[in-house]
């Protein structure tokens, strides 16, 4: 088979999403005949005798020991996860950034050179710029989807590539292939940050990238009201990244993995009414005669649509958009008139969400940052939840004529 029949195949995917996420990683069998999995709260678990305690250190039993080190909930998102993923392994964190945080300190040395894709969230890049840099690693940051900067910032002192795809805000998606062979022609790892795509728009460890990360805040566990972060991978990578897990915490309790398992459950059906939502709201703004310009990579009028189209299942949720001739005050006017989504920042959940990312996460930075970073102030972003797609149009017409 090519290489591309190899990789339809692959996409066609034996079991459907949703039999995947209500089922995968879960006992036919449970705890009291129940259907579903029992919370279970303990921070430690039991030995009945010395001797299994030694059988345990000598891995003749593999069971639980210690609440950081893995625990009953937890093994089954981490499988769930990583069969949706089409990943050998998950592992759970308890936000994001403790996945980002996680991966990169067990990855990364005093000396180490890491090059990033810049549109990027901006903890990420806080993360490394200020707290990696004091353990004497060297972030680069090169224009998103430049090929050729990325390449010529590759030394052998690099040790990981990293992007976003879809990025956030401006929804900018980076070709997978490309990303995954610059990583290999120099044996340098890649991770994608795949939050916004989800592994039901696309799949990145199929296009050979070693690590995918979410931000399972977002759509993964998608009803607003749990933190979580996912990296998955192989096995074999993710072993040291395990391990530091264990040392550092930054594990989610046993509640907590519940209501992620109970969100994924809904999954495929919640990303299908995310991807119509934003193309549905995308399609009716791009043709708004009040809106300058729609960020949507499903838009034939995206930078990224050559790129996304084809690969991508779908766009998911976020909407971004420049209000035209608005100045700051007129551009919060609108998001203040809308009546559906609520104004807070985070995405992917049930309830829409909306935000002046002037306001939300750059208020106080210099405009010349801003400019850099491409947040003009009639800006407005938009987390389509899984309303109905007339109810999020009509609100937003709504706002835009009043
Ligand atoms: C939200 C987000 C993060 C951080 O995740 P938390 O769960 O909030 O820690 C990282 N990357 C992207 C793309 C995000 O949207």
């Known amino acids: 088979m090519s290489l591309q029949a190899t990789m339809n195949a692959k996409?066609?995917?034996?079991?459907?999403?949703?039999?995947?996420?209500?089922?995968?990683?879960?006992?036919?069998h449970k705890a009291c005949d129940a259907i579903t999995d029992a919370i279970c709260c303990s921070s430690t678990y039991t030995f009945d005798d010395t001797q299994a305690v030694?059988?345990?250190?000598?891995?003749?039993?593999?069971?639980?020991?210690?609440?950081?080190?893995?625990?009953?909930n937890e093994k089954v998102v981490e499988a769930?996860?990583?069969?949706?993923?089409?990943?050998?392994?998950?592992i759970v964190y308890s936000s994001g950034m403790a996945a980002i945080v996680g991966l990169l300190?067990?990855?990364?040395?005093?000396?180490d050179e890491i090059v990033f894709f810049d549109q990027?969230?901006?903890?990420?890049?806080?993360?490394?710029?200020?707290?990696?840099?004091?353990?004497?690693?060297?972030?680069?940051?090169?224009?998103?989807?430049?090929?050729?900067a990325m390449e010529a910032a590759i030394n052998r002192r690099t040790k990981i590539l990293v992007s976003e795809s879809p990025t956030n805000p401006h929804l900018t998606c980076i070709d997978l292939e490309q990303f995954a062979a610059l990583g290999k022609a120099y044996e340098?790892?890649?991770?994608?940050?795949?939050?916004?795509?989800?592994?039901?728009?696309?799949?990145?460890?199929?296009?050979?990238?070693?690590?995918?990360?979410?931000?399972?805040?977002?759509?993964?566990?998608?009803?607003?009201?749990?933190?979580?972060?996912?990296?998955?991978?192989?096995?074999?990578?993710?072993?040291?990244?395990?391990?530091?897990?264990?040392?550092?915490?930054?594990?989610?309790?046993?509640?907590?993995?519940?209501?992620l398992q109970r969100g994924l459950k809904t999954f495929e059906l919640r990303m299908q009414r995310h991807n119509e939502n934003g193309?549905?709201?995308?399609?009716?703004?791009?043709?708004?005669?009040?809106?300058?310009?729609?960020?949507?990579?499903g838009l034939p009028s995206h930078p990224s649509y050559a790129i996304a189209a084809g690969k991508m299942r779908g766009y998911g949720g976020l909407v971004t958009f420049l209000v035209r001739d608005a100045d700051w005050r007129q551009t919060a006017d609108i998001v203040d008139r809308v009546t559906?989504?609520?104004?807070?920042?985070?995405?992917?959940?049930?309830?829409s969400l909306i935000e002046q990312p002037l306001v939300m996460s750059y208020f106080t930075q210099t405009p010349q940052d801003r400019q850099r970073f491409g947040i003009p102030d009639n800006m407005i972003r938009l987390s389509c939840g899984i309303e109905d797609t007339r109810d999020l149009v009509n609100d937003l017409r709504q706002a835009l004529e009043q």
């Open 11 to 28: 996409k066609q995917r034996p079991r459907g999403d949703s039999t995947v996420s209500v089922h995968a990683g879960e006992a036919r």
């Open 188 to 259: 340098v790892e890649t991770l994608i940050d795949a939050t916004l795509a989800t592994p039901y728009n696309i799949r990145p460890l199929e296009y050979g990238i070693d690590y995918v990360l979410h931000s399972a805040t977002k759509y993964l566990g998608g009803h607003n009201d749990l933190l979580a972060g996912v990296i998955a991978g192989s096995h074999e990578q993710l072993e040291n990244v395990r391990q530091l897990r264990g040392v550092m915490g930054g594990i989610n309790s046993a509640h907590n993995l519940y209501l």
């Open 340 to 351: 559906i989504p609520r104004i807070a920042p985070s995405l992917g959940g049930v309830e």
């Open 105 to 111: 300190m067990a990855k990364l040395s005093s000396g």
């Open 120 to 148: 990027c969230y901006h903890r990420s890049r806080e993360f490394c710029t200020k707290h990696l840099a004091r353990f004497g690693v060297v972030t680069y940051q090169v224009p998103t989807g430049d090929f050729q």
């Open 54 to 72: 030694i059988d345990f250190i000598e891995q003749k039993q593999t069971r639980e020991e210690y609440g950081r080190y893995g625990s009953p």
């Open 80 to 90: 769930k996860l990583a069969a949706l993923e089409g990943a050998e392994e998950a």
């Open 279 to 297: 193309l549905a709201v995308a399609e009716f703004l791009e043709a708004h005669p009040r809106i300058e310009r729609v960020f949507y990579p």
